[in-house]
């Protein structure tokens, strides 16, 4: 069946715009999650939803930075006033449920490069 | 701070070999660990995990060794082949039994398995 799909694989935008990324998780999963890889990095946390609804915010790196998930299927992460510190791969993954034993399945990320 | 940590970037071992890469981790209330692996241009993919109440877990080639008193988890890769050529991400979550999943990864090390 189809994995976890991210869309689009490559962004490159100038300083200051704003950029949307998509992550549509495997059907039925319940469980999403945002992870960030910088250069040189591993994977940062960044927000989970359970459902539609994401309880814990705090991993977000500033308040520029938002997502929702609606349907409880598809998720945007929206990042405002885009700064060059925000270039990374933005990796999306789901789970069946919200147990940390439940795999995370990733999808493929999208490279964000900000000029 | 980091709370995992994979001191080797980088690790070269002979076809046929094991391959043996390192994980250290500072928070003692992580109570499951993740091996992930991945390839380029893809996200990682699943490989084995371990809960606080085992020292090992085993499946096929790979084995994963816990030291609970050493905050310290290795995984053996034997016999090592090219195809296992990849970062592997060690990863771990305080939530074992609960009901959150987010993960907290190393930086990664990337294995060359040459023929």
């Known amino acids: 069946g189809a994995g976890v799909s991210q869309s689009p694989s490559n962004k490159v935008t100038e300083k200051g715009k704003d950029v949307e990324l998509r992550c549509d998780p495997i059907?039925?999963?319940?469980?999403l999650y945002w992870y960030r890889q910088s250069l040189g990095q591993g994977l940062e946390f960044l927000i989970y939803f359970q459902g539609n609804s994401a309880p814990d915010k705090s991993g977000l790196p500033s308040d520029r930075f938002s997502a929702e998930r609606t349907g409880g299927s598809v998720s945007t992460l929206t990042i405002q006033r885009t700064q060059q510190e925000d270039s990374a791969v933005y990796l999306c993954?789901?789970?069946?449920?919200?147990?940390?034993?439940?795999?995370?399945?990733f999808g493929p990320g999208t490279r964000l490069t900000v000029l | 701070d980091q709370q995992v940590k994979q001191n080797s970037p980088s690790l070269s071992v002979q076809e046929g070999r094991i391959s043996i890469l390192n994980c250290d981790y500072t928070?003692?209330?992580?109570?499951?660990f993740l091996w992930y692996k991945k390839y380029p241009a893809e996200g990682p993919t699943f490989l084995i995990s371990?809960?606080?109440?085992?020292d090992k877990n085993e499946d096929g080639r790979f084995t994963v060794f816990l030291n609970k008193s050493a905050k310290h988890l290795s995984l053996h890769i034997v016999p090592s082949q090219p195809g296992d050529s990849a970062v592997y991400f060690c990863a771990a979550s305080p939530n074992y039994g609960g009901s959150q999943g987010n993960l907290i990864f190393g930086k990664g090390t990337k294995l060359s398995v040459k023929p």
């Open positions: 059907s039925g999963h319940t469980a």
């Open positions: 993954a789901s789970s069946l449920e919200l147990r940390v034993t439940d795999t995370q399945y």
């Open positions: 928070n003692s209330m992580f109570d499951y």
């Open positions: 371990i809960s606080s109440i085992k």
